[in-house]
């Protein structure tokens, strides 16, 4: 699913104008990706958690160059569902896989 997709499918359930939605959408990506680049996590009760995790400093090899490389510490976001949002998920799936 894409941007526009869930733009669509937000003007079909609420029949509010395409234009305010996308405002709405990408105004939501900003506020998130602007808190967790100050450090802050993101939590939405019911469905879930935007958390930076932290990368501690590895050895890594440039196996075409025979070089080994630091990879300084670093954080990367990541997503944890909700409990009752990762139980949907699970139940749906597996009923469609089979």
Same mark, same amino acid.
């Given at each position: %699913?894409?941007?526009?997709?869930?733009?669509?499918?937000?003007?079909?359930?609420?029949? !509010?104008?395409r234009? /305010?939605?996308?405002?709405?959408?990408? &105004?939501? %990506?900003? /506020?998130?990706?602007?808190? %967790?680049?100050?450090?802050?996590?993101?939590?939405?009760?019911?469905?879930? @958690?935007?958390? !930076?995790?932290?990368r501690?400093?590895?050895?890594?090899?440039?196996? @075409?160059? &025979?070089? @080994?490389?630091?990879?300084? =510490?670093?954080?990367?976001?990541?997503?944890? =569902?909700? =409990?009752?949002?990762?139980?949907?998920?699970?139940? &749906?799936?597996?009923?469609?896989?089979?």
């Amino acid at each position: %699913m894409t941007k526009a997709d869930i733009i669509k499918e937000i003007q079909e359930r609420t029949n !509010l104008n395409r234009n /305010v939605i996308k405002i709405v959408v990408d &105004n939501f %990506m900003d /506020v998130v990706k602007d808190n %967790m680049v100050r450090g802050e996590n993101i939590y939405l009760r019911g469905f879930g @958690t935007f958390l !930076l995790k932290e990368r501690k400093e590895k050895k890594a090899r440039i196996i @075409t160059r &025979n070089e @080994t490389i630091i990879i300084p =510490p670093h954080y990367k976001p990541f997503f944890k =569902p909700a =409990p009752e949002f990762a139980k949907a998920v699970k139940e &749906n799936i597996s009923i469609k896989s089979n």
